[in-house]
């Protein structure tokens, strides 16, 4: 009896992932249907809990087996152009996310163009350790690894961006992203040769479209997170990087001064000068 449900547990396992995604993807695209079948049957065929989901993910990257929905987003010509400075739509990259990441893509998500500027100031040379302070869904790390040759960690807080965006990446083969589950309160910049920002904090000031519910929102945090990231940056050696995008200039010390502009003013590129 133990043997066959041993040779058996594979199968389970693959059923396992395919449906824990399908209902995830489901549940985003309520009205839709995820990979050809209508999202009430497979809720019917599938009373799976979130807990699935977070066991399947955390399965898959301890493993390396990614189940075949994700595979069925995968486009690897996306990486592929963006290796070879072919052009790359906002609406061809963020196919790629499952229907509700891909909807906030548009507000809360650097644009590819954006991305490809700001990673190819911030990595002066081979190997530049770049932070993305608030990494999303992974889409700046994502881009900049593909189109530099830095390695890219992104820190972010709540925990289903930050698997989501290891998932993508590993399922795409990128070896030179990091991301960590993290508030950035806990991370040391001096770790980092240059830094990456994309207005990250303003969720706690403007709280009319949130990415999600999971994470608390204060307009004190606004003010702590700047302080914080203020301070790590005035500790950062003369000469570091930083490009922001969208950002009231909060969280940047006197120490740096703008080098470029780009996209209406809204990216800035900035180096520490003292
Ligand atoms: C505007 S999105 C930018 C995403 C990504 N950098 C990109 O451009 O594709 C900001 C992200 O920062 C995260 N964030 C905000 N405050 C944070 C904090 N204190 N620590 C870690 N992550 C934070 C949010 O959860 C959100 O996912």
Redesign the pocket.
């Known amino acids: 009896m133990f043997g066959l449900q041993h040779k058996f547990r594979p199968f389970y396992y693959f059923w396992a992932y395919e449906l824990a995604f399908l209902r995830y993807r489901a549940e985003r695209i309520p009205s839709a249907t995820s990979c050809g079948i209508d999202s009430a049957l497979l809720f019917k065929a599938c009373p799976l809990k979130p807990a699935l989901f977070q066991s399947a993910v955390g399965h898959a990257l301890r493993t390396g087996v990614f189940p075949c929905s994700i595979g069925k987003n995968r486009n690897p010509m996306i990486f592929q152009r963006l290796k070879t400075g072919v052009e790359v739509s906002d609406r061809d990259f963020d196919a790629m996310y499952a229907g509700r990441l891909r909807e906030i893509s548009k507000i809360?998500?650097?644009p590819v163009e954006v991305?490809k500027t700001a990673a190819r100031f911030l990595v002066g040379k081979p190997g530049t350790k770049v932070l993305?302070?608030?990494?999303?869904?992974?889409?700046?790390?994502m881009i900049g690894a593909s189109c530099t040759n830095g390695f890219f960690t992104?820190?972010?807080?709540?925990k289903s961006?930050c698997q989501y965006s290891e998932l993508l990446s590993r399922c795409h083969r990128l070896g030179n992203t990091k991301f960590i589950h993290?508030?950035?309160?806990e991370i040391e910049f001096r770790a980092f040769e240059a830094v990456?920002f994309?207005?990250?904090?303003?969720?706690?000031i403007f709280q009319n479209n949130p990415?999600d519910s999971s994470?608390e929102l204060d307009k004190d945090?606004y003010v702590m997170?700047a302080q914080y990231m203020r301070k790590q940056l005035g500790q950062m050696p003369v000469g570091t990087r930083l490009a922001t995008?969208f950002s009231y200039m909060d969280e940047i010390p006197n120490s740096f001064e703008i080098r470029a502009m780009d996209f209406d003013g809204k990216l800035k590129l900035w180096e520490k000068t003292t």
């Open positions: 809360h998500f650097t991305a993305d302070v608030g990494s999303g869904a992974g889409k700046f790390c992104g820190v972010e807080q709540r961006l993290s508030n950035i309160l990456y994309f207005n990250s904090f303003y969720e706690n990415i994470v945090l997170y995008y």
